[in-house]
Every structure is written in structure tokens, then in C-alpha cells.
């Protein structure tokens, strides 16, 4: 079996997996959240044990603050313990040329473990984890110990994109640093009741995610070598990579996952209908807050009332198979309004929450189920 422990990053991402190798027990950690977050794995750190705090994996999927930024304090100040085998980032030296990562945290990121001598990228031997863009040939598969890798993005040509268009993007990222800017209205919610929604046409209204970084997104698929148990690990990939890497691994049908992490903690641009027919999977973990990655002052960060989880992808995950659970590793407002039995019913899914007055969600993952495990202490 495998433990998918979704960490109270706020409106970022920070995982940690842990797995069964016969009477060992094995753990990977992926991102970690914001620096703002860095605390939720700090208290993670806290309750693991001092003699259990080594890792086979440390994986950065990709350069978003909500992502690398909690890695960056464990990193700089490893807790007592901590140790790791590998860790999986796209530096700047591992893209194509000409250079182009000049965000400051990919670069603190990139000193670190340059300084640090940090084993790095070395399941790749220390190139770029990129899936090869002949579609002849085979994935990538990594091999750890009790779980089998196989890496689905990002692609030559998305790392490609982040490069060429890096000036830009950088640009991006400092208007929204400088100035709140007010998410779509869809995004936020709809005036009237969440029974009067039109799901079914939410369902359909798709357009696909360009920006870059999230383009560069590390994904891969996880699976136990003893049960077969799948998890699907997504960061913020474009869907479009996600479906015809799959496609790649299962031509005849479907890929069966146990579990799915949501890709960009519910966007609207990342789960596409197409991604929902190439999967078996009925078991949805989103990672969100409800806050957009980046705000303005911390001060004006409001939990709950950003732009994640879309309607838009709650409306294909919903009616995408029968009885899908969405489980949630924050109860606040843009998650709570699934927490409708009527809703529920009506539209055939389960809605799962932390246990009150807990903090994230641990979910045990075998072949065909997915439970939520006791709260953390």
C-alpha cells in the first residue's frame, strides 16, 4: 500500500509518500508548499521520528513559489536526521540553452543543493527529467525501492516554451507580485446556489493551460511493487502532456490509477475532458486552500476565496465517473460547498474532508480503495 500524506500547504503543494518494502518502511517527499507554508512540514518533521526522517526521494516538480518554497528551509536547515537519496529538480543547467532560470527561489534552490553536494537528478544521470519526444519511444521508468517511477511530463517542448518565453513570464510573476488581481468570476463562484448550477455545461467549457511554468511540471506515475497499487502524481502539468503520455502507457484503453492528485490544485486549464476518457480513476485528492498561489501582502491572503478548486474541473470530476470521492486537504469555502448531501446525491459523488480540528488529510491507497488513515496526532 501506499500513504499519500496532502500536508496543509495552503494554496500550494507539499506530499508526503510513504510506502511498504517488505518490513521497511520507505517515504518520498513532493514540494513543499510556500515559504509561507513552511511550517506544516516543519510540524510534520516534528512528529516523525528522528531514526525515520530518511528519504529515497525528494521531487521539486517545478519553479512556482507554491511548490519550491517550503523546500527551500528544509534544505538550508536539513531538521535533525533528514537525508535523501535523490532529488528530482530541472535546474538551470539541465535546460535547454541557452540559460533562462533566473527566478530568485530556483536559483536558492539550485545553490543549495550545488553547495550542499546533495545527490541531484542522478535516477537521470544528473540530466533533465524530460519524457522523450519521439512517441516511439518508451517512458521513462525509475526504480525505487517497493515502487516503480514512470515519468509523464514535462516534454522537450514544454521546457522549450518555458525558456523562450521566460522574459515574459518573469513579468508575470512580478505584476501579480505587486498587485492583487481579482480571479475570474467562475472561478470564484456563481451568485446563485451551487443546486442551480449548470454542471453539465461546466463540464464542457474547456481551454487548455499555456503558461510555462506549470508546463515544466515534473509528473509521474507511482506504483507498488508488491500490490500494484497506483497513484498518479500530477504537480501542475498541462493536461494535454498528462493524456498523450498515458495514452502512450495504455493504448488499448485506460489507464487505471487508484488515486489522482489534481493537476494545479483544481484550475480550470489543467483537468481537461479528454485527460477524464484516458483515465480509470475515481479517486480525486485536491490540494488547495482556495487562495491563488500568489496574493499580494500576506496580509490580504484570505483562505477560501481565491480561484481554486475551478467549477469547471469540480464539474468533470463529478460527472466524469460513477461516484467519484474528491477528497480535500482544507475545509474552507470554495472546498465546503461539495459538503451538500443533496448536491451529492443528485450528482453522484462523495465529498471527504480533514477530521475537524485536524490539519491536511493522509490517505492509504490499495489497489481499488482509498481510505482516509487516522489524523495525525
Not at 266 to 291: F, K, M, R, Y
Amino acid at each position: 500500500m501506499i500513504t499519500v500524506e496532502a500536508l496543509p500547504a495552503l494554496a500550494g503543494d507539499c506530499l508526503w509518500v510513504e510506502w511498504d518494502d517488505g518490513d521497511r518502511r520507505r517515504r518520498m517527499l513532493i514540494d513543499g508548499g510556500t515559504v509561507r507554508a513552511g511550517s506544516a512540514l516543519a510540524e510534520r518533521f516534528a512528529r516523525q521520528p528522528v531514526d525515520a526522517r530518511d528519504f529515497e526521494l525528494v521531487v521539486c516538480t517545478h519553479l512556482d513559489d507554491d511548490h519550491i518554497g517550503g523546500l527551500l528551509g528544509l534544505l538550508a536547515s536539513p531538521p535533525e536526521g533528514f537525508s535523501t537519496q535523490d532529488v528530482w529538480f530541472n535546474g538551470h543547467h539541465h535546460l535547454l540553452p541557452p540559460d533562462l532560470l533566473g527566478m530568485p527561489r530556483a536559483e536558492q534552490l539550485t545553490a543549495l543543493l550545488t553547495e550542499a553536494g546533495t545527490p541531484w537528478n542522478t535516477a537521470t544521470g544528473g540530466r533533465s527529467l524530460v519524457v522523450p519526444a519521439d512517441e516511439t519511444a518508451p517512458l521513462p521508468v525509475i526504480e525505487l525501492p517497493g515502487l516503480t517511477l514512470t515519468l509523464l511530463s514535462p516534454t522537450r517542448e514544454r521546457l522549450a516554451a518555458l525558456r523562450d518565453s521566460w522574459d515574459a513570464w518573469k513579468a508575470e510573476q512580478r505584476q501579480r507580485a505587486g498587485a492583487q488581481r481579482p480571479a475570474p468570476p467562475d472561478l470564484l463562484g456563481p451568485s446563485q446556489p451551487v443546486a442551480e448550477i449548470d454542471w453539465h455545461r461546466l463540464a464542457l467549457d474547456y481551454t487548455p493551460d499555456k503558461a510555462p511554468g506549470n508546463g515544466s511540471s515534473i509528473a509521474f506515475c507511482a506504483e507498488h511493487t508488491a500490490d500494484g497499487s497506483r497513484v498518479l502524481f500530477t504537480g501542475d502539468a498541462h493536461a494535454e502532456v498528462l493524456v498523450a503520455a498515458l495514452r502512450r502507457l495504455s493504448p488499448d484503453g485506460c489507464y487505471r490509477a487508484d488515486l489522482c492528485k489534481v493537476p494545479h490544485h483544481g484550475s480550470a486549464h489543467n483537468t481537461s475532458p479528454e485527460l477524464l476518457d484516458v483515465l480509470d480513476c475515481d479517486q480525486w485528492l485536491i490540494t488547495t486552500d482556495g487562495g491563488p498561489a500568489v496574493r499580494g501582502a500576506e496580509a490580504e491572503y484570505r483562505p477560501g476565496e481565491g480561484s481554486h478548486p475551478s467549477l469547471r474541473t469540480m464539474a468533470r470530476l463529478i460527472l466524469g465517473s460513477r461516484w467519484p470521492t474528491l477528497w480535500f486537504n482544507h475545509r474552507v469555502p470554495s472546498t465546503e460547498r461539495y459538503d451538500d448531501g443533496f448536491l451529492q446525491h443528485r450528482l453522484g459523488f462523495r465529498a471527504r474532508y480533514p477530521p475537524r480540528g485536524a490539519k491536511g488529510i493522509e490517505l492509504v491507497v490499495g489497489p481499488g480503495t482509498v481510505s482516509r488513515a487516522a489524523p495525525p496526532r
